[in-house]
Structures are given as structure tokens and as C-alpha cells.
């Protein structure tokens, strides 16, 4: 399955970074886009070095970063419009881009390709292909909602970065990986990072809250 993957100029990379990373080891063939601004929010919120300036060198850092059989894993150039997935006669099975920035979602929403990440988008629409993008912003203006319900009439998946509690996460990892198991299950993958609702003590983790909450309203009355 050939999924690309974009990561834009939203905070939240650490959504485009697992999602790779969980896409990889369900045995994807990963095609990876990261704009310029993604590039610099990559280095300033997830640890260790940042990315290098170089393209070749680049390359070499996401390898580092998202191991993969031979193959698996290609990054292109953000400005490179001869990738395959530029041309509605080699679209990718799906597309996901995540953080995906109220501009970038802005424009695929108004059919603006002014960049190869949003002519891929443009592409993956209009050949009937899986897009989901994930949004991470609050609040919302009016303009940001109409431009997300053009999107989901057009065919689009709008999955904002807003993960559940009911699996009493323990960690921010956690919280990660409840919105990329959401993000992965809509173009087909059960990346299993999470018990389902009434699977794996779900149900029962569900229920103890509502008891806990009974109690406390029982708590506040008296």
C-alpha cells in the first residue's frame, strides 16, 4: 500500500512523525512531504538534533528517524512537482497530512496547487483517493469550519488532533497514539496501539468513570 504522508506547518509534528513511524512497521511504503515552516516546528518540539538544511542530508535524518526495510521509506522534495503522486494518473492508495496548518487546509480546500503537497491533495480529491487531514488548531473560525465542510463534501476526511481519555492515558504518547490509531484506521490499517471500545477492558475502563462520576454527584448532593 503506497500512503503518502505530509507533514505541514502546524504544531503537533509528533502526529506526522508517529504516524509514519506506525505506517513503516505495518509494512506501508511510505512517501513522506514535509513543508519548509514543518521542517523548523520538526526541530523546535521533538528532541534530539534538529533536521539539517540539506536536502541529501535530510534524507539521511529521516532515515535515522523512521527506520525502514529498503524501499520502504522516500522523502521528497517539497518543491518537487515530478514526484509520482503529482499526476492524477499515479495517485498514491492515500494520503494523510498531519498536523495539517489552517493555510495548507485553506488552500486544497479552494483547489490552490501553488505547492506539491497541495497538488498531491488536489490529486488524491479528484481521483476519488483516501485524504485525511488532521487539523491542530483551536479554536475554529467560521472560516476554518466552512473551509473543513467544502473538504468533507468534496470527499475529504476531516480528523481533528483532539484524542479521548476513556483509556485513562498515562502518558502524552498515549494521547498521540489514540489520534494516529484514528488517523491509521481511515485508510484501512488497524495499527492496534489501543484496545477498542469494549475490547481489551475498555468497556469496564468506561465504566468505572461513569461510576466515578455517579459518586461524586452522589458527594456534591449530600
Request: aromatic share 4%; glycine share 10%.
Amino acid at each position: 500500500m503506497k500512503i503518502l504522508l505530509g507533514i505541514s506547518g502546524a504544531s503537533g509534528a509528533v502526529y506526522g512523525v508517529r504516524t509514519g513511524t506506525v505506517l513503516l512497521s505495518a509494512g506501508a511504503e511510505l512517501h513522506l512531504l514535509v513543508t519548509k515552516t514543518a521542517w523548523e516546528i520538526i526541530g523546535a518540539e521533538l528532541p534530539g538534533s534538529p533536521p539539517p538544511r540539506s536536502f541529501p542530508a535530510r534524507r539521511q535524518w529521516v532515515a535515522r528517524l523512521l527506520p525502514a526495510p529498503p524501499g520502504n521509506l522516500h522523502l521528497h522534495a517539497e518543491d518537487d512537482f515530478g514526484i509520482p503522486f503529482a499526476s492524477g494518473s499515479n495517485p498514491p492508495d492515500a494520503m494523510i497530512i498531519a498536523p495539517c496548518s489552517m493555510g495548507m487546509l485553506g488552500r486544497i480546500a479552494h483547489g490552490v496547487s501553488s505547492s506539491v503537497l497541495e497538488r498531491c491533495a488536489d490529486v488524491a480529491l479528484k481521483e476519488r483517493k483516501s485524504l485525511v487531514l488532521v487539523p491542530r488548531e483551536t479554536p475554529f473560525s467560521a472560516i476554518h469550519l466552512e473551509n473543513m465542510l467544502s473538504l468533507s463534501r468534496a470527499g475529504a476526511e476531516i480528523l481533528p488532533a483532539c484524542p479521548g481519555f476513556y483509556h485513562r492515558p498515562a502518558s502524552v504518547e498515549e494521547l498521540v497514539d489514540f489520534v494516529v490509531s484514528r488517523i491509521l484506521s481511515r485508510v484501512g490499517i488497524d495499527a492496534g496501539l489501543l484496545p477498542r471500545w469494549a475490547e481489551g477492558g475498555a468497556e469496564e475502563e468506561g465504566k468505572k468513570v461513569k461510576k466515578t462520576g455517579a459518586v461524586n454527584r452522589l458527594r456534591r448532593e449530600r
